[in-house]
């Protein structure tokens, strides 16, 4: 592999650790109860080379994971990364080979040529080079199309880089290091050091092209949805606005990175509760990904399921069902009935129709989402456990307990041996096993399974956790029926004492 094939590959695998990283944020981690409105920003964001690599990849071989925004506590649904070749829809000047193989090798080569010339400092050449990328790109689409925005982007960089004097030339070093030191951060989870890291190079970005330039808007979207990580919501918030309105200024309003970023700030708002606010930006990427990529896309279609996703949060079932099943619709014309992404649209269909008790067809929905996860994806998979819950859940609230301690049991089978469970985890579908037993009167075997729990959460959550304390009432409750009267009694003096609960409140929630 040459040098400049090793470099295209690293940003080639900084874009997909940056789709699958904001995706998989979405609704991944439970919110505090302050406004901190999320397949994704990653160092290579401000690196000038990624602003021409991103057209080969976003034409080529661009990756789409995606999740849907879920119940408080409930967690997400996520796809494997599926490879799309899009259809650009932006209005071109001529046809010409847009997509092909023969246009992706040239653009390919074009950038990472520019990307040597840059690691070498050799500014003058990679000006050159930025000025072939912008031929070549405005001869194949219009010029208000992004593709067009992110050449010229690039060339304005070469430009200003051109000027650099010694100083400038060691900060530059400075922010490639950091970059590339804050990818492995980013790999590894370090979110703290990684904004320590991001801040500084924001730093140099703006001494090194100015406060409003591409490269400081990128950078700001980074540093948001590593803040997001972080549970800094308010602030991950402002940086997106900041952000999405500096690359709005300077020509980047129908681009990928920007409806990215609004599906991303729907995420954080999604999170905050605050609905308006979430469905106004989840809009705005849809419409945008229809732009981008054409309404009968993959990538729409993942849009698309967010927006339904966030109507369902907000009580709104029937535009939710709407929508999604506008979403599923694509995704079964573009990627076959059996696809993963289908199993996840129609898992959230029938928790939108559960929520509206249309049980049997919601029974319906979730089985059909079970059987394409039981034939797509490997067993073990965190899917079919959801399905099992899910469908335990419709039995409950139907009172046929039976059924749901089948599902049940088999959705405690399946995460014992899903890599990567923490106990805490695997204690809430215990928990729901304990009380669809407990419903039937099956004390025996409830009251040992709610020790079990109560002994991990203690542990993993605290005595006075929420989850801890709910526990702990079934198991008093457990105590009460089976005339274990004392016993129940110290139970809810220990819930009294560790959560403040008044005396005499034996409600199991």
Excluded at 491 to 507: C, M, S
Aim: net charge neutral.
């Amino acid at each position: 592999m040459t040098a400049g094939q090793n470099i295209g590959c690293q940003h080639l695998a900084g874009i997909l650790a940056w789709a699958e990283m904001t995706y998989q944020k979405r609704g991944l981690f439970a919110i505090k109860p302050s406004m901190k409105p999320k397949k994704e920003r990653s160092p290579w964001m401000s690196n000038p080379s990624y602003l021409g690599f991103v057209l080969i990849c976003v034409m080529g071989c661009t990756s789409e994971t995606d999740v849907s925004i879920r119940p408080s506590g409930e967690p997400p649904v996520l796809t494997r990364n599926q490879r799309d070749s899009p259809s650009i829809t932006t209005p071109q000047r001529n046809t010409g080979p847009v997509g092909t193989d023969s246009f992706t090798r040239v653009m390919e080569e074009l950038t990472q040529r520019a990307a040597l010339y840059e690691e070498g400092l050799d500014f003058e050449a990679s000006l050159k080079t930025w000025e072939e990328i912008s031929n070549e790109v405005a001869v194949h689409f219009a010029p208000d199309s992004w593709q067009v925005a992110t050449a010229a982007a690039g060339k304005e960089f070469a430009k200003k880089a051109c000027g650099f004097n010694a100083e400038d030339c060691e900060l530059y070093r400075e922010a490639r290091r950091l970059n590339q030191e804050l990818a492995k951060l980013l790999k590894d989870r370090d979110y703290a050091l990684a904004l320590s890291n991001a801040n500084k190079s924001l730093e140099i970005l703006k001494q090194l092209t100015g406060d409003y330039s591409a490269n400081v808007g990128r950078q700001l979207l980074q540093m948001a949805i590593i803040k997001e990580n972080l549970d800094l919501l308010e602030e991950a918030a402002g940086d997106f606005h900041q952000g999405i309105q500096l690359l709005n200024n300077i020509g980047f309003k129908t681009h990928p990175e920007i409806e990215l970023a609004h599906s991303a700030l729907a995420a954080i708002y999604s999170r905050a509760n605050q609905f308006p606010a979430s469905i106004a930006n989840q809009k705005l990427a849809t419409l945008m990904s229809g732009k981008i990529w054409g309404e009968d896309s993959v990538k729409y279609a993942g849009q698309a399921n967010q927006l339904g996703s966030i109507y369902h949060r907000s009580g709104d079932y029937e535009t939710a069902l709407k929508i999604l099943r506008g979403s599923v619709a694509i995704r079964r014309a573009k990627l076959g009935a059996d696809a993963i992404e289908v199993g996840h649209s129609q898992l959230n269909i029938g928790t939108v129709l559960m929520d509206m008790k249309r049980f049997s067809e919601a029974l319906e929905s979730v089985k059909i989402a079970e059987q394409i996860f039981q034939q797509t994806v490997p067993r073990r998979h965190r899917g079919i456990v959801l399905c099992h819950n899910k469908l335990a859940t419709i039995y409950m609230l139907q009172k046929q307990y039976g059924l749901a301690e089948e599902q049940l049991k088999l959705a405690v089978r399946e995460l014992q041996q899903v890599a990567h469970v923490m106990p805490s985890q695997m204690s809430l579908t215990e928990y729901q096993l304990a009380i669809s037993l407990g419903r039937q009167g099956k004390y025996s075997q409830a009251q040992p399974l709610l020790e079990k729990i109560i002994s991990t959460q203690e542990v993993e959550l605290g005595p006075s956790h929420p989850m801890t304390v709910r526990s702990l009432k079934a198991y008093a409750l457990v105590l009460k029926q089976t005339k274990q009267e004392i016993d129940a009694q110290r139970v809810y003096d220990r819930i009294q004492r560790t959560a403040g609960l008044e005396k005499g409140d034996e409600r199991v929630r």
